[in-house]
Structure formats: structure tokens, C-alpha cells
């Protein structure tokens, strides 16, 4: 058996699509259940799932790792895949999410986002994407998978201990949970193939606002396992050149005011960091020129985005950890 567990918190504007396509998928109907946690919605989540031939689970709202640990709880199946209310599952993305786990040394499968948006910032956040499935490509062995598309056997969770509530905020938590799976000498790896249809942010401050958060959040999960800080088979390394370059930039416009001259150490960090958007914009061509050609903007208003999140991260992972153990502890 196969247990799919969809976290839902005030979804009702899209969980029927995401339901309605586990419901049609190339597996046979009796291989697997579709188990929704609905988490204290306020709105129809829950009626909406009662329309569906799903199991529901309601709990107070608790946030999404709560949620998911409350579902591996309580599932019949081996194999647990896990997506979010906002996604639509190709077809067959149960067959290609498991496909892997049959060989005995897999515990983990991430599969992938899409979207059939056509406006410019999905498009943009798509080609972000693929720049680190290119990443992921080059790994046999991967460390992150994040639970818009995830697959894990069951004893592995177990074994970890679920996911740890005691993460601040969401989306960092599957980073920890595959951190310590990792670091545990456990492979898990990556499929393409198992694509999830997403509505990516459309207005540019919504996007920037995702990016904050999740550099923030991020933090958390850094603080438990500081190395991956420093390399994870996920995150491209020019990201963090980037946001580090956009710090040299404020930073020497900030001095520039006490001192003039140092306007050029500001613009000389502006030029390296618009360098630095040249590997994103020659993989972006071929695909999207338009888009392409404004990414040396966007990718800097992105780093922002993360320069701001990080120290909050930072503060708000010690506050957290600090009183019980430590931050690394």
C-alpha cells in the first residue's frame, strides 16, 4: 500500500484539482490511499474533501509538519508520498515516485515542479527551478527533498523521528528530515519524471515575500546542520556568491556616504554580481530569451530578498534553539 498525505490549511480555492488528479493516476486504485490532514481551516477545505474519495484527518491548525507527521501516523501504507493542496500531480506521478524505492538501498524520491502559467514571473521561477534539477542531475545520491514532491518509505520516518516540529515556520522542515536521513548514510535520489503542476507567485512582491520567508526559515535548518551551509546537492552555489555580492554592494553604498570614493567598491561588486547572472541567462536563453534577458534584475532583487531573510533566520533559530540546547546542538 501506498499512503499520499496532503496537508491542507485554508485551501479550498485549490485542493479539488490536486485531489482529483491523485484520484486518476496510472496505478491501480486499490495500490494506494490519498489521506488529507486538513489543519484548522477556517474555510471549505474541509467540504471540499468530503467530495473526494479521500480519508480526512482534522486537527487544530498546528502548521504543516504536524500535519504530515499526523498523517504518517496514521496511514496504512509502506511508502509515503507526500504534496501540497496548491500542486496537481501528473498522471503518473505516483508510478514515477516509487519506481525508485524499488530498488532496497533508496529510502527517498524528489520528484518535480511545472506550471502552465505564461505570465513572466512564473515563467522566471520555473527556469529557477531547473537550474537546480541541472544541479540534482549531477548527483547519483542526493541530500534534500522537499515535500511538494516527495517519496519516503515509511521506516525511514520512523526511524528519523518524523519531522521536527520544533523547526520554526514552514519549509524547512523536509530540509532537516533530509538532512539527517542523509547524514545517516541513507540514499535517496532524484526523478524528473515525477512532476507536480504548481502555481508559482505571479506579482513580483508576492515572490519576493516567498524568497524572504524562505531564507529565513532556511536558517533553522542550517543551524542543525551548518555544513550543509556550506554545499547541499540542492543549492547553487552562485546563489550564495550573489547574496554575498549584494551585501558588498549596499554596504559600500553605505560607506560611499561617509567617504565618497568607496562608490567604486560599491560598483564593483554590482559589476561582479551582474557577471555572476551570466550562467543563469545563457541556461534561460535557449528556453525563454524574454525572460532570459531580464534575469540580471530579477536575480538581484532575489539576492535582497535573501540578504534580508538570513539575519532574521539567524536571530529566530537562536531564539528557538538557544534555550534548550544551542544552535548546532
Known amino acids: 500500500m501506498i499512503s499520499v498525505i496532503v496537508p491542507a490549511y485554508n485551501a479550498a480555492d485549490t ?36 467530495g473526494y474519495d479521500v480519508r480526512i484527518l482534522s486537527q487544530p491548525h498546528q502548521g504543516p509538519t504536524r500535519a504530515r507527521n499526523r498523517g504518517v501516523a496514521e496511514t496504512n501504507g509502506v511508502i509515503v508520498l507526500f504534496t501540497d493542496a496548491d500542486c496537481v500531480p501528473a498522471r503518473d506521478w505516483i508510478e514515477q515516485m516509487v519506481k ?4 532496497p538501498e533508496i529510502v527517498g524520491v524528489k520528484g518535480a515542479y511545472a506550471t502552465q502559467q505564461r505570465r513572466i514571473i512564473p515563467r522566471f521561477v520555473q527556469l529557477e527551478f531547473e537550474e537546480r534539477y541541472r544541479l540534482l542531475g549531477r548527483y547519483r545520491y542526493i ?43 541513507h540514499k535517496m535520489v532524484f526523478n524528473p519524471a515525477a512532476i507536480v ?3 508559482h507567485p505571479v506579482r513580483w512582491p508576492d515572490y519576493l515575500r ?21 554545499r547541499d546537492s540542492y543549492t547553487p552555489q552562485l546563489l550564495k556568491v550573489q547574496v554575498f555580492l549584494f551585501y558588498l554592494t549596499v554596504g559600500g553604498v553605505g560607506a560611499a556616504v561617509l567617504r565618497v570614493q ?12 551582474f557577471a555572476s547572472t551570466l550562467p543563469f541567462v545563457a541556461g534561460a536563453w535557449r528556453k525563454d530569451p524574454l525572460v532570459a534577458a531580464l534575469s540580471p534584475l530579477l536575480l538581484f532583487s532575489r539576492a535582497g530578498a535573501f540578504a534580508a531573510g538570513i539575519p532574521v533566520g539567524i536571530l529566530l533559530a537562536v531564539l528557538s534553539r538557544g534555550r ?3 544552535c548546532g546542538g
Open 262 to 273: 568607496l562608490v567604486w567598491f560599491s560598483l564593483a561588486a554590482l559589476t561582479f554580481f
Open 324 to 326: 534548550r540546547r544551542g
Open 210 to 230: 516567498v524568497k524572504f520567508w524562505r531564507a529565513c526559515w532556511r536558517m533553522s535548518a542550517y543551524c542543525k546542520h551548518p555544513g550543509k551551509m556550506v
Open 15 to 50: 485542493l479539488g484539482p490536486c485531489l482529483q488528479a491523485l484520484l486518476d493516476q496510472t496505478v491501480p486504485k486499490g495500490a494506494y490511499e490519498v489521506l488529507v490532514v486538513d489543519d484548522g481551516s477556517t474555510d471549505a477545505t474541509t467540504e471540499i474533501a468530503r
Open 100 to 103: 525508485p524505492l524499488a530498488d
Open 143 to 185: 541530500d534534500f527533498v522537499d515535500t511538494h514532491a516527495a517519496a519516503f518509505k515509511k521506516t525511514i520516518i520512523r526511524a528519523m523521528g518524523g519531522f521536527d516540529p520544533a523547526i520554526p515556520g514552514p519549509t524547512a522542515e523536509d530540509a532537516d528530515l533530509s538532512y539527517r536521513i542523509s547524514r545517516g548514510g
Open 197 to 199: 503542476y504548481h502555481r
